[in-house]
């Protein structure tokens, strides 16, 4: 944390590192291909080319685009909501930048949980364990009450899929869906695992014939299911006391959003450093440098 502290300590160092990202090979204009061009003095970060004149912004087509906040600001709540391994509310992102508003602490939490999701990530495969579970929702009055399994009339209905491979958990996928039938459960499952998945669910009717996906349905005993399905039942559990712990209970507005933020961070446990770039939508243009590779450079 001090380390990023002082690589991003300031305005000119953020946008150095967004030029580098952008350009690693120098400036490039997006109009005319042109290699030259000058900083302009009246626009922040932004160049404009020597051959066309088209101005481009080092924040172009990122999440900060536009943004009046400060690019330190953009940068450590990214930290902060990639490394911090339970993620981190609206109002503890606002004391730790120490942000005037509460309204702007939520909206930077807003946008950063929606650059969670990329929309070119490739499907689970493999060997995949899928369940699907109800979760308690708060509102304001009511207590958090949790429902018998699969009576789930008005609640909150979470489809949920785990990549195993060498008996290890790798990628996972949470959905809301609006039922535990058989059109919902096959949509999850053929939007979130390529063709010729091993499939492993309890033997659930909505899990069978789903087309070009060879399905192993486990006959569960009532208390067998964290044993035949451990890892989906281990997110599920997860997710719950995430829910209740960091967010005192999921809401049913946004609940999706909550999803994504939840697998993204399991997604990415490993690699939680490096994550912060994907949350500030420059991750995507060049292949990811590892935190310490930018630690080595300006060392
Ligand atoms: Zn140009």
Redesign the pocket.
């Given at each position: 944390m001090l380390e990023f502290q002082g690589r991003f300590a300031t305005e000119s160092a953020c946008a150095e590192y967004l030029f580098a990202r952008r350009w690693p090979d120098g400036f490039v204009?997006p109009?005319?291909?042109?290699g030259r061009a000058w900083l302009l003095q009246t626009k922040a970060f932004t160049y404009e080319?020597a051959?066309?004149?088209?101005q481009t912004s080092v924040t172009a087509g990122t999440i900060m685009h536009a943004s009046k906040l400060p690019l330190t600001v953009w940068f450590w709540a990214a930290f902060l909501m990639a490394t911090h391994s339970n993620g981190i509310s609206a109002l503890q992102l606002q004391n730790q930048l120490g942000l005037g508003s509460y309204r702007t602490a939520w909206m930077l939490c807003a946008k950063l949980r929606r650059a969670m999701v990329n929309p070119e990530r490739e499907p689970l495969s493999g060997l995949v364990e899928a369940d699907e579970t109800i979760i308690p929702f708060r509102t304001k009055n009511d207590p958090v009450v949790l429902p018998a399994r699969r009576s789930g009339v008005g609640k909150m209905l979470v489809a949920g899929a785990v990549e195993i491979d060498g008996g290890k958990p790798r990628r996972a996928r949470l959905q809301v869906i609006e039922g535990f039938d058989k059109h919902q459960l096959h949509a999850f499952v053929l939007g979130t695992v390529a063709p010729h998945t091993r499939l492993v669910t309890d033997d659930w009717p909505s899990y069978q014939d789903i087309p070009a996906i060879r399905h192993n349905a486990i006959t569960l005993g009532p208390m067998a299911a964290h044993i035949a399905l451990p890892w989906i039942h281990r997110l599920f559990s997860n997710l719950k006391r995430w829910g209740l712990g960091v967010y005192h209970g999921l809401r049913k507005t946004n609940l999706q959003h909550y999803l994504d933020e939840f697998v993204f961070r399991f997604n990415r446990r490993r690699t939680r450093h490096a994550a912060f770039v994907t949350l500030l939508g420059i991750g995507a243009r060049t292949a990811p440098a590892p935190y310490h590779v930018l630690i080595r450079k300006a060392a």
């Open positions: 204009c109009g005319c291909g042109g080319c051959d066309c004149g088209r």
